[in-house]
């Protein structure tokens, strides 16, 4: 690794500690070893309950970590738990996800004083360092919230139009979707009909077009694996 | 789970030789059937018919034996002639008749027979005229012994169907048990080939352009190479593997067995063979047109009450000495039918000696009416006291042929997500660290290009892995995990008894499905339901109507709000369709409560 960088990670002489929680190990080992590099004081787990054990016995000044961590709790939950006992963390989300939305989360439950960065957009191990030292100092910048970005893949639907096209994808049909939603065909028609001309493709869902959003909902999305209650499993 | 019923039932039907029939069981049901129309029933009622036809006749009109038989038989013919053209007519295109298509067709078969006899024993002299009342009469005794005959062929039709989807289910049985495992592997390993035959080309082109690049030292085409197999194969192809996918049911493709035969009860209790009530009924039925045709109406009534009701009483005597006296089924038939015509005999005797008038000359066929109804009384007993016993068979059968194909469907979806976890999370995470690598290093090298595609290869080799997932998979896992993660967060109480815990341990495909089970069911209570506290109670049950299948019992509460799209039913169904033998979700009050029985094996 490059290790011609100032020391980032280093206040006052001391090295602060940092997690990092990512299932996948080549990620993992890529990203500690930036870390250590950068002259932090890196720890690593591989999955929420691994998280969870290094945080205790290493108190962390800092979590960088991804949102799907496999198929049991994400990278969420394990927030909620870092930081319900008011230890004041900074986190760092690196993940695939254009948005929280698709993890079944709302904007507005992201903790606060967090940076989110989706990995297809960090082309410069920089852009973490830096998102790493300014959520240690508190002073999150809104480009270091990917999810905020107006121009992020599918940035413009609304949660419920992400949720059908999320089964569109799964290979729902609009009848089948309305049953599962508990509203009406109609109902399920309008709302896929503005969420494709959200992204860009016209006309009614039908045949190619109903191919073409899955596709593009797929290739968009980084999501986790379509599985039905919409939690996943991945990197 | 009713997947093996999948098998197309009417073709599996006409490929073992049986009749259309409806599908219901009342007590005329087994009418509808062109088995009402089929051979065994004019085989049982010829003779019957001719007999009883000749001593009616001849006891009547006199004449010689020969010409009644002859005439009797021609008119046979006619009959079989029109029941055959009749079956044509109202069955074509497997159709199934109604109850009264059947009747109407039987009464124009007999009324056609009556008539051709009356006309014949004119030709040949044995009587001087037809006598049209007479023959008029005649569907009336024909048609309820004509629909008693083919009651019984029915339900011996319907009981040979039974069977006949008892042994289909059976040898489908013996198939999927004898090379289940096998069959598990072949299906895994399958799965894995076709994933890594899709990816193979995409693989290549990235080979190709990251040679390309480390020779020219440009990173450019190998980042785009790399965001191409990610964007273009890796997610949709994980996407496909998670999604739906429509269930195979390998057993429904097992060979249908041959013909089959139906296995009626070896021995049985003679007095089952009587039903003495019955018998009186239908032969009241039967005898009325002889009685209103040589009595006064108030004799006719006196004569059937006399009769029908002394046949009940000899026949409810011979019951009861019988007692539990047991016989062969062969000779056993046999004797009951004997029985009920010497019944019938001394009956129709007593009613002599009781000086009550009587139809003269047809103590014979009288004889033989109570003998034919005997002979459907047993027969009945005994296709119904098999067939109890086929259906038991059948259900446990198919239990276990369901549990057989639910297993197998169980690791085809285990084995697909844990494809789609190594796509999805390996090799995607290997290809964003290459990305990662690609972008920082000053110079693509010919070595580090060796190395990603070393970490791509070793990516890879992970969907030959058991557990690619690690002991995340494990139940114990799972809930270790859960406790850890929520504590001082939210309340998880979680339940594994020991036992249980070792019959986990040593069948991976449960556990695994267990622990995705819990795994949903937290997921979904804490992040769409918001729920503060979820218990989880895992126990392996003991008695299961179905051996071997002991399952184990995921009961998980949450106290979570119902609201939400992913709390609706529907959501995350299908998943628990395929791991899980049955489920349900419902909501008590504040509590919403997941049961579900996974299969152990």
Known sequence: MPNAKPAAGEHRGFARSILVVEDEPLLRDLIAGSLEARGFAVSSASSPSEAVREFREVDPDGVVMDIDLGPGPNGFDLAERFTSSGTGVAIVFLTNLPDPRFAGRTADQVPRGVAYLRKEAVEEIEVLIEAVDSTLRGAVEDRMRHDRDPDRPLGSLTRRQVEILRLVALGKTNVQIAELRGTTVKAVERTVARALTAIGIDGELGGNRRVDAARHFIRMSGAPLPLPDGSGSGS | ?????????????????????????????????????????????????????????????????????????????????????????????????????????????????????????TLNGASDEIHLAFRLSGPLLQVPLLTAIAYLVCRHDAHRRKVAELERSRARLLAIDQSLEVALDRLESELSGAVRSSLEPALRELDVALTEASRHGEAQPALEALASLLEDRIRPLSHELAGDQPASDPAAEQAVPPRTRVPLPKRFHLADGFRPTLVALVLAVAAIPTAIRDLAPLHSLLYLSAFCGGTFVVLALVRKVLGTAEARSGPGVVAVVALHGVAGRIAFALVGAAGIQRPEGIALAASMVVALIGAAVVGDMLVSARRAATEADLATVTGRLEQAVTLMRRRQRLVTRRLAFVLHGSLQGSLHAAAIRIRQADDLTARLANELRGDITAALTQMDQRRPMGESSRTRTTLDEIASVWEGVRTVTARLDPRTEALLEVNDDTDEAVSVVVQEAVNNAFRHGSASSVRIELTATDEQSIAPGREISVVIEDDGSATGVDRRPGLGSALLDELCDSWTRERDGGTMTLRAQVALG
């Open chain 2, 1 to 121: 789970m009713t997947t093996v019923e999948k098998a197309s039932r009417p073709e599996a039907e006409r490929s073992d030789g049986l009749e259309p029939t409806a599908p219901t069981s009342g007590k005329l049901a087994p009418l509808r059937s062109a088995s009402a129309f089929s051979w065994p029933v004019l085989a049982l009622y010829c003779p019957a018919g001719l007999a009883i036809q000749v001593s009616g006749n001849q006891s009547n009109f006199g004449g010689s034996s020969v010409a009644w038989v002859a005439a009797g038989a021609i008119a046979m013919v006619v009959l079989c002639a029109i029941l055959v053209g009749s079956r044509r007519l109202i069955c074509r295109g497997n159709r199934v008749p109604g109850v009264g298509s059947v009747l109407l067709a039987y009464s124009v078969a007999t009324l056609a027979q009556s008539l051709t006899l009356g006309l014949l024993s």
